[in-house]
């Protein structure tokens, strides 16, 4: 018999750990959001990122509810290669953000990502918003990472695991119109940056992307407005508009060991454009008039 045959019990200490490094490594993530247009992306690039690195993965998909989209994800997902399974509860609840980290636990051991993708945006004006609709806003976009990565906590640390959530480029650069959003990204940005530097220790690295302008079933009917759609890509310094994969792969690639020795950053996926609003002023020098562009 071969030593690495030997029935376990049998080996030794270094037989063992010898064993150990010839299997691949083992990949558990769970991501919130997952059968939403940026989530499904990311799901689908975290298992394309784990193939890249010779790596299993399982996938604990969460969604506000169990049912058929959930299902039909999972199904997704395994028909791509991964182990999955789907998890369900609302994350403005603090019980079922610990709840969800246990559901996905239970079924697929420690995690070694927490990917917090969910979230939403929702007009409002500063000058007359309900209470309520701000505190659900932070509870939805900001506390909710902060209590799933609560809850995940200990298992990341066993792992050396890492945290990404999905702010967005509203958290960058005030958005009229849409104060609480703005404000409860901004807020995440900076709790991701916090955990990072508290959680360090535990060998857990936290980052946050922000999308800019992304075409997902959420902002579909915007796009379908020719006019609108050719607006908005002149505002974007590559020239169009995000998909979901531009935010999956870099999402995916945050959680890989390529990114190891990243933490507490923050990655916009947006075409350059929180960046571009110095290009919008017009009348300055060595810029010429508007509409007499040169070659
Ligand atoms: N699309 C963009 O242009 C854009 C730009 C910047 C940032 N973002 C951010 O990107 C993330 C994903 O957005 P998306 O465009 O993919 O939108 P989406 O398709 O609407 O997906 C959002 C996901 O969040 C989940 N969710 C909402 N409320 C929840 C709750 N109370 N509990 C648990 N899950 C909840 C939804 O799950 P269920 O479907 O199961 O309810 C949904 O799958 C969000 O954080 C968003 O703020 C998007």
């Not at 994800?73 to 246990?102: F, K, M, S, Y």
């Not at 239970?106 to 070694?112: F, H, P």
């Not at 350059?272 to 562009?293: E, N, V, Y």
Request: net charge neutral.
């Amino acid at each position: 018999m071969l030593q690495h045959e030997l029935p376990l019990p049998m080996a030794g200490l270094h037989d063992v750990k010898a064993l150990m490094k010839t299997l691949p490594p083992s990949i558990h993530v769970l991501v919130t959001g997952a059968s939403g247009g940026i989530g499904r992306a990311i799901c689908f690039a975290l298992i394309e990122q784990a193939r890249k690195d010779g790596a299993n993965i399982r996938i604990s998909a969460a969604a506000t509810q169990p049912g058929a989209r959930l299902e039909q994800l999972v199904d997704e997902l395994r028909a791509a290669g991964a182990q999955a399974g789907g998890v369900a509860g609302d994350i403005t609840d603090p019980a079922q953000c610990a709840a969800l980290v246990v559901q996905a636990e239970s079924q697929g051991g420690d995690l070694t990502a927490l990917i917090c993708n969910a979230g939403a945006s929702g007009p409002g004006r500063l000058a007359d918003m309900p209470p309520a609709q701000w505190d659900t806003t932070f509870n939805l976009n900001t506390r909710s990472a902060w209590l799933l990565a609560q809850a995940a906590r200990e298992g990341l640390s066993r792992t050396r695991g890492s945290i990404t959530a999905v702010a967005s480029m509203s958290g960058l650069t005030p958005h009229p119109g849409y104060g609480a959003y703005s404000a409860a990204k901004a807020a995440l940005i900076m709790l991701c940056r916090q955990l990072a530097q508290e959680w360090a220790a535990d060998g857990i690295r936290v980052n946050t992307v922000c999308p800019g302008m992304i075409r997902t079933p959420l902002t579909e009917a915007v796009y379908q407005d020719a006019t609108t759609l050719a607006k908005r890509e002149s505002l974007v310094p590559l020239g169009r508009i995000g998909r979901a994969e531009d935010v999956g792969t870099t999402v995916a690639w945050l959680t890989s060991p390529g990114a190891s020795y990243i933490t507490g950053q923050n990655l916009a996926v947006d075409g350059g454009i929180s960046d571009h609003m110095l290009s919008l002023i017009p009348g300055r020098p060595g810029k010429p008039p508007a509409g007499q562009a040169g070659p």
